[in-house]
């Protein structure tokens, strides 16, 4: 049996020798590098963090966050050793990096460093015994000849991997499973006892019993046959357990939840504040089953009064329940076509916290005063008791607000000045947003309609019109007034950042423009008003989609953090989550800060400190990853089951990305990716730039470029790679000679002036779809 206490024997005779270095450096010193290895060093085995605390006596939350800091950098130098058990050890000196697995198809992989350094290459060999999401441990052995660090492996600290879905396959005596997820180069063998009664072709479980070795593959059971691999819903089963989705309720969370009922009781009403006579509205998508905001807006002299009520989770979700627990261990709903994993029972996400109509809910409230130019002036957070006087869907609000329809208008009388209000507010907000350089790519959106058997029938685009801009403007808002909310109360929070572009995608990018005579202002810290002035003068260039993709490809991904950071995207110096409640763990946690404050308790007292919020903050994200991951891997398999009829036909499409391996064509009509490989380019040898995203032949002078129109034909259609190929149409030119389409002219040819009221033809990378719109920011 192991103990985690620390030995018995006395530690008070150790001082640290460095103490009067330490506070001359720091403010609030702690110990130093020194005194925790001699501490390591008197124990004779591993300690966990808050054992190294427990005897230094460190108990404050700012004490507890710079140990961990230290400790993370000690790691990094190679002093000390995080181990899978969560217990630091001294290490043996050299520099070791820590991070995460990233796996390839070809049996290669990178390590992605928990410092956020850039990725290290791992050969073959070093893959071998590892699985991607593992975490290890590595030293730099060197560069390889794409300049690239590469390194070693010296320990695994965590196994990621315990189970993985893919086909059964028989070949002669073997039996093994071919993993679903490309990215796991190996096979796992399967026992003749282990094989579940599951025969040859079929998508199962597999339990992994025995990780992989240097000399070894990895050893599986499986535990679950999910059928064939055709049958109607399967790709939804097999990403949900290949991205291991939570999707059943535990028996302690559904017992704990056994006496809600569909109605508030009365009792939950009292102390809040009575807002059941104005007339709030939810306004979403037609197909929407949870409702967790509404709005309500009236004019006043100095401006606007804005309502934006959240369905208030935080009063059923509680720290230390079982609900709260499944709600972190999700973190997010996850989105498929026609199917919801959502974040909390049903009871919760579609009844007691859904602002249905007609039916009292609690809220919390952002109460904003904003005045003429669309500035919010102040803002103010209450608890409250709502009824909601109408679900309305955006394409009828957008019917009465934009198109005046007469029939609509009649029908909603009693809301139309509360509608014609709220339309105002937004188009003064609107300007405020394009003023201060807010960005506002158009990017195409699609939505996918089944028909019998669940086999797809179309993939249609969505129309955003100024009804979803709207609800996502006032969201907007929201969010920002609980970030300086939070930060003027100076709460432990979880803070939506989004950091501009790195210097090496500046760079690139900048590179990129140049070549088409465009220039990015801004210097070495372009700001989003220079992003967004650049896309204003381009709109009506033929290559206006290129440059809108090349410059949505040099921003970075938005993250949950504590960290006082702003948001680039949307311009803003704070920015957090507090509008999706339902569906969103980290709008959960900015309710429970702001009632906190309501409480008028301190911040010392909160039942989250910084630390927390800093490893809630990489959890959240990481979960937003994955289900974003398993969206995009149903969609991929859809569309793939879709063109599978379609082999031999020929389509228009716009390139979509260009790689050394050839390139990406979306097909207009449809909205399916797809590659043409750079091996079906006869007739010359074509190399690649990364920098100006072409191809380029090298006799002929052809280039394929991000953004050119094509044809192509669909050659092959693979399911279980979830990949479409294509290949080049060739067409009879002018002269009569052969000549492939999308072929740009040598010279550059002079672009039109941009008129500022025109829109570009933008579209979408197809494995990017979404099937709900909610604002991601």
Not at 280 to 287: A, C, K, P, S
């Amino acid at each position: 049996m192991t103990n985690d206490t620390p030995s018995n024997q006395d530690t008070s005779h150790l001082e640290d020798p460095f103490a009067a270095r330490e506070a001359e450096k720091y403010p609030h010193p702690i110990p130093s590098r020194e005194a925790i290895l001699q501490l390591l060093q008197s124990h004779g085995k591993p300690l966990r963090r808050q054992q190294i605390a427990d005897q230094f006596q460190l108990e404050s939350a700012d004490a507890l966050e710079a140990l961990r800091r230290r400790l993370r950098a000690m790691e990094r130098d190679g002093q000390l050793v995080f181990n899978n058990r969560q217990k630091y050890s001294i290490g043996n000196g050299q520099t070791q990096i820590a991070g995460r697995v990233l796996g390839h198809p070809e049996g290669f992989g990178f390590l992605k460093p928990d410092d956020g350094s850039d990725d290290l290459f791992l050969t073959p060999r070093e893959m071998k015994p590892l699985m991607p999401g593992d975490r290890v441990s590595v030293r730099v052995t060197g560069i390889d000849r794409k300049g690239r660090r590469e390194a070693a492996v010296i320990d695994i600290l965590e196994r990621n991997t315990h189970q993985v879905v893919g086909r059964f396959h028989v070949e002669g005596k073997a039996t093994f499973v071919v993993p679903d997820n490309k990215k796991i180069a190996h096979e796992i063998l399967i026992a003749k006892e282990d094989t579940g009664g599951a025969k040859k072709g079929q998508i199962v479980v597999a339990e992994i019993i025995q990780q992989p070795g240097p000399h070894c593959q990895p050893i599986g059971r499986i535990t679950e046959v999910l059928g064939m691999h055709m049958a109607p819903g399967m790709e939804i089963a097999m990403a949900i357990r290949s991205h291991d989705l939570p999707d059943q309720w535990p028996a302690t969370l559904l017992h704990e939840i056994r006496h809600l009922a569909p109605t508030v009781p009365e009792d939950a009403k009292q102390g809040r504040e009575d807002l059941r006579s104005l007339p709030l509205v939810t306004i979403d998508g037609e197909d929407a089953r949870d409702f967790d905001d509404a709005v309500h807006a009236k004019k006043t002299k100095q401006g606007w009064k804005l309502y934006v009520a959240i369905a208030d989770v935080s009063h059923y979700v509680s720290p230390g329940t079982a609900l709260d627990a499944e709600a972190h261990n999700r973190s997010t709903s996850v989105y498929f076509p026609e199917k919801v994993i959502p974040m909390l029972p049903e009871i919760l996400s579609n009844g007691l916290c859904s602002l249905n109509p007609d039916v009292d809910r609690l809220c919390m409230v952002c109460e904003m005063t904003i005045d003429h130019d669309g500035v919010v002036t102040r803002s103010r957070f209450y608890d409250a008791v709502m009824r909601s006087k109408a679900r309305l869907t955006y394409t009828k609000v957008a019917k009465m607000l934009v198109d005046r329809d007469a029939k609509l208008r009649e029908k909603h009388t009693d809301l139309l000045s509360h509608l014609d209000a709220l339309y105002s507010l937004y188009q003064a907000m609107r300007h405020q947003r394009e003023q201060r350089g807010a960005m506002d790519f158009d990017t195409q959106e699609t939505r996918i309609v089944f028909g019998p058997q669940r086999k797809i029938a179309e993939i249609v685009p969505l129309v955003r019109n100024d009804a979803h801009k709207l609800i996502e403007e006032f969201m907007i808002a929201a969010n920002a007034s609980a970030a300086r909310f939070l930060n003027r109360k100076k709460m432990p929070r979880l803070l939506r950042i989004h950091d501009g572009p790195s210097s090496e995608k500046l760079l690139a990018l900048k590179t990129f423009l140049g070549e088409l005579g465009l220039r990015l202002g801004g210097d070495a810290t372009p700001t989003p008003l220079d992003y967004m002035k650049l896309l204003e003068s381009v709109r009506e260039r033929k290559d206006a989609h290129l440059i809108q993709t090349i410059l949505l490809r040099s921003m970075s991904q938005a993250v949950y953090s504590p960290e006082t950071k702003g948001h680039f995207g949307l311009a803003l110096d704070a920015y957090t989550h507090f509008t999706s409640p339902i569906r969103r763990y980290p709008d959960l946690l900015t309710h429970r800060a702001i009632r906190h404050c309501l409480q008028e308790r301190k911040p010392a007292e909160f039942h989250y400190n910084h630390a927390d919020m800093v490893g809630l903050g990489e959890h959240c994200s990481a979960n937003e990853r994955r289900a974003d991951d398993a969206t995009r891997d149903v969609i991929s398999w859809l569309k793939c089951e879709y063109m599978m009829d379609k082999i031999g036909e020929e389509f228009a499409g716009i390139i979509s990305g260009v790689t050394g391996f050839g390139f990406f064509v979306e097909l207009q009509s449809i909205y399916v990716e797809g590659l043409v490989h750079i091996a079906s380019l006869d007739g010359d040898y074509f190399m690649f730039d990364a920098g100006k995203h072409h191809l380029v032949g090298e006799r002929t002078g052809t280039r394929y470029r991000l953004g050119d129109a094509v044809r192509v034909r669909v050659v092959r259609v693979s399911l279980d790679d979830k990949k479409i190929d294509f290949e080049l149409v060739r067409q009879s030119g002018k002269n009569g000679k052969s000549a492939k389409p999308g072929k740009p002219s040598k010279t550059p040819q002079p672009q039109p002036k941009a008129d500022k009221k025109d829109k570009p033809d933008s579209k979408k990378p197809a494995g990017k779809s979404r099937n709900r719109r909610k604002h991601k920011s």
